[in-house]
């Protein structure tokens, strides 16, 4: 009986009594156990149930109560660890989708580029966090603190819906809006072009040079002493 349980899984209780499923009588003897015949495991506390054993199957007879652990981790855990991860995938690839682009100026600073400033959309849901995320990224002149932000217009931004995706606008500390045309480039520095310098020869050295050192085609030869 011990060997049979074992055979059945670990899961199964001991075995009361075994059945031949032709007459429903108990086998009492070993001998009476033929080879190539199926039998009917009756565990203990329960009845012999009659079912028609010819026609069911060995592979489905336990399968949906008996599992080895191998089994329920390729039934279970397996597909449910394919499953979370794409819906991972998912997140993630909607979380970069999500993800909001603001350009951000200094306010007064004209020639200075705007500010590339990504909002996660949990910042994009609160305006305290936004202006956190922008007071990370733009540092404005004397180290003070953003206190405001505006649009290009002067309209000072009071909620995140204002904020909108790849939109411009100005970092103010406490101060007003300073009209500018910001974005310009910055002016190039105009040097004074040099003069042409020459270079005179000696002309008592050259007064000095024999007549010999000439060619007719009016050329000079140097010569060393």
Same mark, same amino acid.
């Given at each position: 009986?011990?060997?049979?349980?074992?055979?059945? +899984?670990?899961?199964?209780?001991?075995?009361? =009594?075994?059945?031949?499923?032709?007459?429903?009588?108990?086998?009492?003897?070993? =001998?009476?156990?033929? !080879?190539?015949?199926?039998?009917?495991?009756?565990?203990? $506390? !329960?009845?012999?149930?009659?079912?028609?054993?010819?026609?069911?199957?060995?592979?489905?007879?336990?399968?949906?109560?008996?599992?080895? &652990?191998?089994?329920?981790?390729?039934?279970?855990?397996?597909?449910?660890?394919?499953? @979370?991860? &794409?819906?991972? +995938?998912?997140?993630?690839? $909607? *979380?970069?989708?999500?993800?909001?682009?603001?350009?951000?100026?200094?306010? +007064?600073?004209? *020639?200075?580029?705007?500010?590339?400033?990504? @909002?996660?959309?949990?910042?994009?849901?609160? *305006?305290?966090?936004?202006?956190?995320?922008? !007071?990370?990224?733009?540092?404005?002149?004397?180290?003070?603190?953003?206190?405001?932000?505006?649009?290009?217009? +002067? #309209?000072?931004?009071?909620?995140?819906?204002?904020?909108?995706?790849?939109?411009?606008?100005?970092?103010?500390? &406490? #101060?007003?809006?300073? &009209?500018?045309?910001?974005?310009?480039?910055?002016?190039?520095?105009?040097?004074?072009?040099?003069?042409?310098?020459?270079?005179?020869?000696?002309?008592?050295?050259?007064?000095?040079?024999?007549? #010999? =050192?000439?060619?007719?085609?009016?050329?000079?030869?140097?010569?060393?002493?």
């Amino acid at each position: 009986m011990e060997q049979v349980r074992k055979q059945l +899984g670990q899961y199964v209780p001991a075995i009361r =009594c075994i059945v031949s499923p032709n007459t429903g009588t108990k086998i009492q003897n070993v =001998c009476d156990i033929m !080879e190539n015949h199926r039998y009917v495991a009756v565990p203990r $506390g !329960e009845a012999l149930k009659l079912l028609d054993y010819h026609k069911a199957d060995e592979k489905s007879r336990y399968a949906s109560n008996h599992h080895t &652990s191998s089994e329920l981790f390729e039934k279970y855990w397996r597909r449910r660890h394919i499953r @979370l991860k &794409s819906q991972v +995938g998912r997140l993630s690839d $909607g *979380f970069r989708r999500n993800v909001k682009v603001i350009y951000v100026y200094r306010n +007064g600073d004209t *020639f200075t580029p705007a500010i590339r400033v990504h @909002l996660r959309p949990i910042q994009a849901m609160d *305006f305290e966090l936004i202006m956190r995320a922008i !007071e990370d990224c733009v540092i404005l002149p004397y180290g003070k603190a953003v206190r405001r932000l505006y649009t290009l217009g +002067g #309209e000072l931004v009071k909620s995140p819906e204002m904020v909108k995706d790849h939109h411009f606008y100005v970092a103010a500390g &406490s #101060e007003t809006f300073l &009209s500018r045309d910001y974005g310009q480039p910055l002016p190039r520095l105009i040097t004074a072009s040099r003069k042409p310098t020459h270079i005179y020869a000696n002309v008592h050295f050259i007064n000095d040079i024999p007549d #010999e =050192c000439y060619t007719h085609r009016g050329q000079h030869h140097y010569y060393h002493d």
